[in-house]
């Protein structure tokens, strides 16, 4: 067996590589002086982060994009901590049924929701707007808030706010002085990674955007022009490190609390 732990770290190598490689050439074909995405590369050149900031409608999504994900993330979170408190607090009927429903999000495609969504809008009559995408983005990061406010919620005993109620503080006071501040960096958390999916999701915000674009579909729309190609690489390019630190800090933020916690 001590001759095949080599294989272990062998597979890990070949499926970052997998995963990891075609993004790392997406970033490189970013900075390609040439409209033609071949090797070898014409030249290095900027020009291309250079025209994100001189392309009006770029700019108008981005900013649509920007408002969806801080709104939806904000009330994602907010709903997601008061399921979380609820769960993990509180015995109530349908409380097994309560859970099970909260996370239908996780094991729906987004694209069947879309299509759900869009036909509960238009049955009830409210336009296609970045209102309705901001509520498509609420249902799909709901059940993830839930759970990531739900595991730092079970990482400490309910006694402390217990002992907080006994000394003469009120539910809203244990609330604020002394359950907020322990789940602060798992509600950072559900926050930033709640915003990280808003950010680049297209499947569900497809189906309910109305005039107003997002960033994804701006850049999906860019796709079917050969000259604009490298500018949606870009856009592309900028996304995926954005995301990617955001994740890095939501999940640095989860471990900090915890060991916070311990400490």
């Known amino acids: 067996m001590k001759q095949l732990k080599w294989l272990g770290p062998f597979y890990y190598s070949l499926l970052a590589l997998f995963l990891y490689l075609p993004i790392l050439f997406l970033i490189l074909f970013s900075f390609n002086d040439s409209v033609v995405l071949t090797f070898p590369l014409k030249g290095f050149t900027i020009r291309w982060y250079q025209q994100l900031l001189q392309t009006p409608e770029l700019l108008a999504a981005f900013r649509n994009t920007l408002w969806v994900a801080v709104t939806s993330s904000f009330f994602a979170t907010l709903l997601g901590a008061m399921a979380?408190?609820?769960?993990?607090?509180?015995?109530?009927?349908?409380?097994?049924?309560?859970?099970?429903?909260?996370?239908?999000?996780?094991?729906?495609?987004?694209?069947?929701?879309?299509?759900a969504l869009l036909l509960f809008f238009n049955a009830i009559g409210i336009p296609l707007n970045l209102w309705t995408v901001g509520i498509g983005h609420v249902v799909i990061n709901l059940p993830y808030a839930m759970l990531i406010i739900g595991a730092r919620l079970a990482g400490f005993s309910a006694n402390l706010e217990e002992a907080s109620m006994d000394l003469g503080e009120t539910y809203w006071g244990t609330l604020r002085r002394v359950t907020i501040p322990i789940i602060m960096p798992s509600l950072i958390a559900a926050f930033l990674s709640s915003f990280s999916t808003s950010f680049d999701e297209f499947a569900l915000t497809f189906f309910l955007t109305g005039t107003k674009t997002t960033l994804p579909i701006y850049l999906y729309s860019q796709l079917r022009f050969p000259q604009r190609l490298p500018l949606a690489i870009t856009v592309a390019a900028v996304v995926i490190v954005i995301s990617s630190l955001l994740l890095i800090l939501s999940e640095w933020l989860r471990h900090w609390g915890e060991k916070a916690y311990k400490a």
């Open 84 to 115: 979380a408190i609820a769960i993990s607090r509180y015995t109530f009927w349908g409380k097994r049924l309560f859970s099970s429903v909260a996370t239908f999000p996780i094991v729906i495609p987004y694209l069947v929701l879309g299509v």
